[in-house]
């Protein structure tokens, strides 16, 4: 696959298996209104995944529209990051992944608005006020758990220290993203963890919470190199079309 | 769904209309998740030309992206306009700024509040108060900021003691 493909799919497989997850909990969330947004939420990552996969189909020109590429492949054909397949767990584990990955997506996005892929470019803009919006809950939530009980504390606490190794990954670069930033199509990653970190510090200092301990980032994920959750995620996510290849309604 | 043959078995050939037809055509196009405002109201159709209109998603994850696609090409089908195209554009990126002065007027009168023009940009930040559609009080609450769709939120009055849908800043 070109470069350019690998890049549009990277973006389009996060959205997509984050957007799965949130689904998750549609009908199951503590209350009414979180039900609502984490909904909500995933409609936008579904959203933004249709663009980025049908980018990465046109740009790989071998016939494959974004349907094709979510359903029709295998586990280890999916480029996402570890953070965004990482099972839901409580609702602060929910909140922790929605949160790291919330702020970083916005950040990227802020970014990618201006590069001069019009492509890219285009799609990023569309998404940038929705992610705000999205990194914007999530903190509050975070800030909510953190400065609330005992138990709400501690488990939010529990959740942010699951995902903290999952987000070294978000700002590994490598070939395919500085092809991209040679194409005028991508952006620097790693020149963003420093503005992420200072965002999430800011959040988690009013939650009166820690950072977490440092971590030695886990990776693989861009590579085809999935924890053992994510083929469980697929299975349902693709279900229909295993069952019934070609399935239309 | 009407296919592009069918208008062409008993009636007229293809026809190049005139951009005010269009557009009154468009303006009969309703909204599907709230009826009360047509695709022109919410500035969804981005530009219409004899041939062609081209038309902007607001929420990236709006289920009723399809929907509205496929309205615009049935009230096209219908007129006997099945050689006009529709296309998307994500660019530039759809805001409220976009839903026209008549557009407001009838979200409000339908009970949904309006979003204040120019706010899109400074909304994420500083979010401003909403109005309540019903009694027009300004002492109003936000309950939760993401409603029954999308692009609503869901507000309370706390003069009459009233919930509405807010129309989100974007
Ligand atoms: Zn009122």
Redesign the pocket.
Known sequence: MHALATHALRLGDDALILGQRLSEWCGHAPALEIDLSLANIALDCVGQATHFLALAGALEGQGRDADRLAFHRDVMDFTNCLLVEQPNGDFAQTIARQFFFAHYQHLLFERMQAVQDERFAAIAAKAVKETAYHAKLAGEWVIRLGDGTEESRARMERGLDWMWRFTGELFAMDEIDSAAIDAGAGVDKAALHPLWDARIGAVLAEAGLAPPAPHRPVLGGRIGRHSEHLGHLISDMQFLQRAYPGATW | MVSAQTWTAGASPARAPAVQELRAILAGVPDPEIPAVSVIDLGIVRAIEAQRVVITPTYTGCPATLAIEQSIRAALDSAGLADVAIETALSPPWSTDWISDEGREKLRAYGIAPPPKGAAAASLKNETQAE??????Q??EEISRFGSTPCKALWR??????P?DRFKCH
Do not use: D, H, I
Request: contains cysteine; glycine residues 6%.
């Open positions: 309540c559609p019903r009694c027009g009080s002492n109003t009055c706390l003069a009459c003691a009233e509405f």
